[in-house]
């Protein structure tokens, strides 16, 4: 049988300090194995505790079989007994976040079915995914204000050992044997679980809901307890008084205000693509009178865009083609695209002649007889493909 690790954190989560006796050190003296620990390694969707033995930082603690092993930032150095004291805030953090995951998933299950299948313990935020496709508003106001009631109601969080083959009433099954750590909330739920949580429902503090997302099949709930939420509740009041003054207007005003903005950009948007298209036609005049014909009677320009050919490289190529004798060529290096217009009276197919150029190049597209455009894979590719086009 291997070292086993007491763990100070399944009875007495509040107990951050502590003495033990060394079992155990790796060669390099940075990994450490007590006969007991109050610091919790990452397990069950929460993150390891952080901390100092005898004065060195804890910087991850791991759970291998019956044994807790914590890794320290410098090698511990000769010693038969070691003083640990764990990060109170981080530990306290999690102990908020944890309990209210207990606490939501058992709300939503209540109220509509939807059972937990899994959980995470973020740094900035923790989730839970639901087995349900999505969530309706309502669904998901109704389980917020459910939960938050709980907490005002401060119920106690109580932690048993039971039995496996005689525990009754558990909102998961646990699927393990022997004896099971219970956490219940008095009156709500009883979940197998190893993780730190607090003593009433009072000190999980505020939940709030700050987003649901489709996540493989299951609703992802991402959710914000205690210190987290009041943080994240002053950042967003914070932001809003800033977007309010800059539309000098209340909190109240500034959806109704943001909204007329846009629409205006919108409009400002279209009425610039208008006077876009209606300037390339102009410029395509221009383009073709500042060309010379070749020995073939044609006038050929090359247009180099930052973008794949949009609506106004479209009209400056239309308004190119509509002169005698007219072949336009427009290219984009990002991503590799190329269009090939040609006036009527040239005598070329520009969809066809295009197409098996871009096919012997390894890219691929097609169009009219006037106007065609495709990709291609490298900007070398498009360069090679220009200079054939170059002497159409």
């Known amino acids: 049988m291997g070292l086993v690790t007491e763990r100070i954190y399944y009875t007495d989560p509040l107990a951050l300090e502590f003495t033990a006796s060394v079992l155990e050190t790796d060669p390099t003296g940075t990994r450490v194995v007590l006969d007991r620990t109050a610091f919790y390694p990452t397990s069950g969707g929460q993150p390891?505790?952080?901390?100092?033995?005898?004065?060195?930082?804890?910087?991850?603690?791991?759970?291998?079989?019956?044994?807790?092993?914590?890794?320290?930032?410098?090698?511990?150095?000769?010693?038969?007994?070691?003083?640990?004291?764990?990060?109170?805030?981080?530990?306290?953090?999690?102990?908020?976040?944890?309990?209210?995951?207990?606490?939501?998933?058992?709300?939503?299950?209540?109220?509509?079915?939807?059972?937990?299948?899994?959980?995470?313990?973020?740094?900035?935020?923790?989730?839970i995914d639901l087995a349900v496709a999505a969530l309706e508003p309502a669904e998901i106001r109704s389980a917020e204000e459910r939960a938050n009631a709980i907490v005002s109601e401060n119920r106690p969080l109580s932690v048993s050992f039971e039995n496996a083959s005689q525990v009754q009433g558990l909102r998961k099954e646990s699927g393990r044997e022997g004896t099971l750590r219970i956490v219940t909330i008095e009156s709500c739920d009883r979940s197998a679980c190893g993780g730190t949580h607090v003593r009433a429902t009072g000190e999980i503090g505020v939940i709030t809901i700050r987003k649901v997302e489709k996540m493989r099949g299951n609703a992802r709930v991402e959710f914000l307890c205690g210190q987290r939420a009041v943080k994240k509740a002053r950042a967003d009041f914070e932001t809003l008084t800033q977007v309010a003054r800059l539309f000098s207007c209340s909190f109240e005003e500034t959806p109704a205000n943001v909204s007329s903005l846009l629409e205006q950009v919108k409009d400002a948007e279209k009425a610039r693509r208008k006077l876009a298209v209606e300037m390339a036609g102009y410029r395509g005049k221009t383009l073709y009178e500042a060309c010379l014909f070749d020995d073939q009677g044609r006038k050929r320009h090359i247009e180099r865009t930052t973008s794949a050919p949009g609506d106004e490289t479209r009209a400056l190529a239309q308004s190119f083609c509509a002169q005698p004798g007219a072949i336009f060529i427009a290219a984009s290096s990002n991503p590799p695209a190329v269009m090939l217009a040609a006036g009527a009276d040239v005598g070329i197919h520009a969809g066809n002649v295009l197409k098996e150029l871009l096919a012997a190049a390894g890219g691929r597209g097609g169009g009219s007889a006037q106007n065609a455009q495709g990709s291609l894979p490298s900007a070398e590719a498009l360069e090679v493909l220009l200079a054939k086009l170059a002497h159409l």
């Open 48 to 127: 390891n505790d952080i901390g100092e033995i005898n004065g060195i930082p804890v910087t991850d603690v791991v759970h291998e079989e019956d044994r807790i092993v914590h890794v320290l930032a410098a090698p511990l150095g000769p010693a038969d007994s070691v003083q640990g004291i764990v990060d109170r805030a981080r530990r306290f953090d999690h102990m908020q976040q944890h309990s209210g995951q207990h606490l939501l998933s058992a709300v939503f299950a209540e109220l509509y079915g939807h059972h937990t299948v899994s959980f995470h313990l973020g740094t900035e935020s923790s989730t």
